[in-house]
């Protein structure tokens, strides 16, 4: 189920934004956001930093084992979480060739002197457009497993020269990377 609501979150994204056409059966989009907080206290014995933006908010975060520098976090320490993500769409024409599912998860542990890393997903997906309705506008897909899904479509240029029976070959990758600084003195 996560990896179908990926998809539909991919193809949302990837029709829903402006996006600028790479070649005549290629096109993409990607965007970046970032979000600083500092450490209010952490709790060694169950994991857990809680952590208050410049707002004022403030959230609990469980550190899994796999934070393997927990140790070395400092309340006053200032977290940033970076988000990257990308859609990249390709219309695969009948006889074309669709390019093969690629579906992974990468992690990267930084080497500085605070604790930091990086985690990639990617996933690519082959699906059918069944329907395509210009007055609305907005398109209807089916997934390689047989589910539909429909998505508005906020720009029409997103959807020109797509037939129904086309193949669209999605990759949605996304990236989170998180570093630590100390307070500025």
Same mark, same amino acid.
């Given at each position: 189920?996560?990896g179908? &609501? ?11 934004? #402006? ?67 990308? @859609? ?9 060739? #669709?390019?093969p599912?690629?579906n992974?998860?990468?992690t990267? &542990? ?8 990086a985690?990639?997903?990617? &996933? ?7 329907k ?9 897909v ?15 240029k ?5 037939k @129904?029976?086309?193949?669209?070959t ?15 003195k």
């Open positions: 189920m996560t179908q &609501r990926s998809l539909c979150f991919a193809l949302t994204a990837l029709l829903g934004l #402006a996006i600028a056409p790479v070649s005549a059966q290629t096109v993409e989009q990607s965007g970046n956001i970032s979000k600083s907080a500092t450490i209010v206290a952490i709790d060694h014995t169950n994991r857990g930093v809680t952590l208050k933006d410049a707002q004022g908010n403030i959230e609990d975060i469980h550190a899994g084992p796999e934070i393997k520098r927990f140790d070395e976090l400092k309340i006053g320490d200032t977290v940033t979480f970076s988000y990257h993500a990308a @859609v990249v769409y390709q219309i695969v024409k009948p006889g074309g060739t #669709a390019a599912a690629q992974g998860v990468s990267v &542990r930084g080497q500085g002197a605070k604790p930091s890393g985690v990639t997903q990617q &996933r690519t997906a082959t699906v059918t457009v069944e395509i309705d210009a007055a609305i506008p907005s398109i209807t089916k997934t390689a497993d047989g589910h539909s899904m429909s998505a508005k479509v906020e720009d029409k997103n959807i020109e020269g797509l @129904v029976g086309d193949k669209v999605v990759t949605f990758t996304e990236a989170l990377m998180i570093t630590v600084e100390s307070p500025k």
